[in-house]
């Protein structure tokens, strides 16, 4: 499959401050969907993004489905220590045979009180 | 229901040995994947079933592994002759027609001695 970079790599950051992170690619993907996974977990959906330009806002999460279709980006707004874990991008090109995500390398996210 | 299940959750084996896991997808989901994970990484596909269909194979699936969806429902992976180097979280994940999203399980942890 087609690697996500995703950045940055890990994040430290205080309770209360807001949080960015992107992933980019160099094929376009037809969805755009965004997980958080706590450790020995599985990947829990997020927020997904089915159109290019799309903006889509779950709670305190902001995520959007870049023009180009080859990029996207999450934001948290005033995080607090529950957002610790990884955060995962995936897309899906939705092949003629099937729908295998290729997801990016995650972002590794501390909140400390 | 209560989401994607997957049994054992946790798997210790010696290496030659082989290993079977399970996978209940949502109850609405004709589409069933099957993903590994390896420290550091993102998921990666392994192979896709629509209803007991097996639609699409992945490189990384070898010839010790099989799946197999023989109702439609639940699904088995099955990894014969185990190495050390399938030591690996196995992950399963479902979707409906209606909707391209993916959703997880909480996996299996598979430690090969």
């Known amino acids: 499959g087609q690697q996500l970079n995703q950045s940055p790599q890990s994040m430290f950051i205080q309770e209360g401050e807001d949080v960015s992170m992107n992933c980019t690619s160099s094929s376009i993907f037809n969805t755009w969907l965004w997980y958080k996974q706590d450790p020995g977990e599985g990947p829990v959906l997020l927020i997904a993004?089915?159109?290019?330009?799309e903006l889509t806002s779950n709670g305190r999460l902001t995520a959007q489905f870049g023009i180009t279709r080859k990029d996207s980006f999450l934001n948290i707004s005033a995080s607090i220590p529950s957002d610790v874990g990884i955060y995962f991008c995936a897309g899906d090109q939705t092949s003629n045979s099937g729908y295998a995500l290729n997801f990016g390398k995650g972002t590794s996210l501390l909140v400390t009180p | 229901d209560t989401g994607v299940s997957q049994d054992p959750r946790h798997k210790i084996t010696k290496r030659g040995q082989n290993v079977t896991f399970r996978c209940d997808p949502i109850?609405?989901?004709?589409?069933l994947y099957w993903y590994r994970q390896t420290l550091g990484q993102g998921p990666e596909f392994l192979t896709y079933?629509?209803?007991?269909?097996?639609?699409?194979k992945s490189r990384l699936l070898s010839d010790r592994f099989s799946a197999e969806r023989p109702k439609g429902s639940f699904s088995t992976l099955e990894i014969q002759r185990t190495e050390q180097g399938d030591s690996a979280m196995y992950l399963c994940?479902?979707?409906?027609?209606?909707?391209?999203?993916?959703?997880f399980g909480p996996g299996t942890r598979l430690l090969v001695l």
């Open positions: 994940a479902s979707s409906s027609d209606r909707q391209e999203t993916q959703y």
């Open positions: 993004l089915y159109k290019a330009g």
């Open positions: 109850s609405e989901h004709n589409r």
């Open positions: 079933f629509q209803n007991e269909a097996q639609l699409e």
